[in-house]
């Protein structure tokens, strides 16, 4: 869908109201081919209830302990994080419901978004909890203390930077899934992710095909609001607890980091929405497309310097491994 610029004036410039309004039908639009391509399906297939057993407690059962876990020492520290990241869902559906509404099409998008990562969060919880994966009492700690702290978006006073914010993140998080299914050490445990990962890739196209639309709409602003968000990208588990020293293994052990950011998160986008080689830009648009730019040649840079310590960190650990 092409959608005519009109004059970039003082008098008409977008606000977020404009905006919203003027891309509703392309809500409507992306809504119904989301209808159509989403499939169906039942998270408690995805779980071995089989494995699972009473925990002690109430019901007497087995206490946890981490030789009962067959998953990775990466997988127990990534699936927390990605389940943690899941569990603040209200906070991020009060943040998308306060800046898109409720109403229309928009509101429509906003629950149905809502209804499908819920079911990510307990898909997951059912798996490490029968599976005994994790420690179920530091996860309940965890979940209480990430969930009383809430979320704000970074992006809560632009309505073009949040949806930029979203295309991206919901990549990350499709990566972030992935990654970790391939890493966890447990087939049964990739095929949930993979599952999760393409709920995750059909939300990133819903705001990459919103995001093009503001760019032919309001190409300066929209421009200004990529180049925002992406220099100043956080993960939206940020807040957690332990998210920094979660964040160095993660890294490190290839489920996201910089090289990943770049490549497989920043770049698909930036290229399929030609955000670069967009021309005919004002001279904010341009100034932001300049910034952008400057930025990825150096954030690649950073990977390149990231890949080198991770593998020389890699084969030190194999090294001592050998040794032992
Ligand atoms: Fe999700
Ligand atoms: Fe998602």
């Known amino acids: 869908m092409t959608i005519a610029p009109v004059q970039r004036t003082a008098s008409n410039a977008w606000t977020d109201a404009k905006l919203i309004l003027a891309l509703e039908e392309v809500v409507e639009t992306e809504l119904n081919r989301h209808l159509k391509v989403a499939k169906e399906w039942m998270p408690h297939e995805y779980v071995p209830w089989s494995q699972g057993r ?49 109403e229309g099409a928009w509101g429509t998008w906003v629950h149905r978004w809502t209804a499908e990562e819920g079911r990510h969060g307990i898909a997951i919880r059912d798996y490490l909890l029968a599976t005994r994966a994790v420690d179920p009492v530091e996860l309940e700690r965890a979940r209480m203390v990430h969930m009383s702290e809430g979320f704000e978006s970074d992006n809560a006073h632009s309505m ?100 990943i950011h770049h490549d497989d998160v920043l770049q698909p986008v930036l290229r399929h929405l030609k955000v670069m080689e967009i021309d005919g830009l004002g001279p904010d648009g341009a100034r932001a497309q300049e910034e952008l730019g400057v930025f990825l040649d150096g954030l690649h840079a950073q990977a390149v310097r990231f890949d080198e310590r991770q593998a020389a960190l890699l084969a030190r650990r194999a090294a001592n491994a050998a040794r032992k």
């Open 54 to 102: 009473d925990f002690d407690g109430v019901l007497g059962g087995e206490a946890w302990s981490i030789e009962q876990s067959k998953i990775t020492p990466l997988g127990r520290i990534s699936l927390v994080v990605n389940l943690l990241t899941e569990d603040n869902l209200p906070s991020y559906h009060r943040e998308i419901a306060t800046m898109f509404g409720r």
């Open 160 to 259: 073009l930077q949040s949806v930029a914010y979203v295309a991206f993140q919901e990549l990350a998080t499709r990566i972030s899934h992935r990654n970790t299914g391939h890493f966890a050490g447990d087939p049964l445990c990739d095929q949930l992710l993979a599952k999760i990962a393409n709920d995750e890739n059909l939300h990133m196209v819903f705001y990459r095909n919103l995001l093009k639309a503001a760019l032919e709409l309001a190409p300066d602003q929209a421009m200004r609001a990529i180049a925002d968000v992406v220099t100043n990208f956080r993960m939206p588990g940020h807040g957690m607890p332990g998210f920094e020293r979660s964040a160095v293994q993660i890294a490190v052990g290839g489920v996201y980091n910089l090289r």
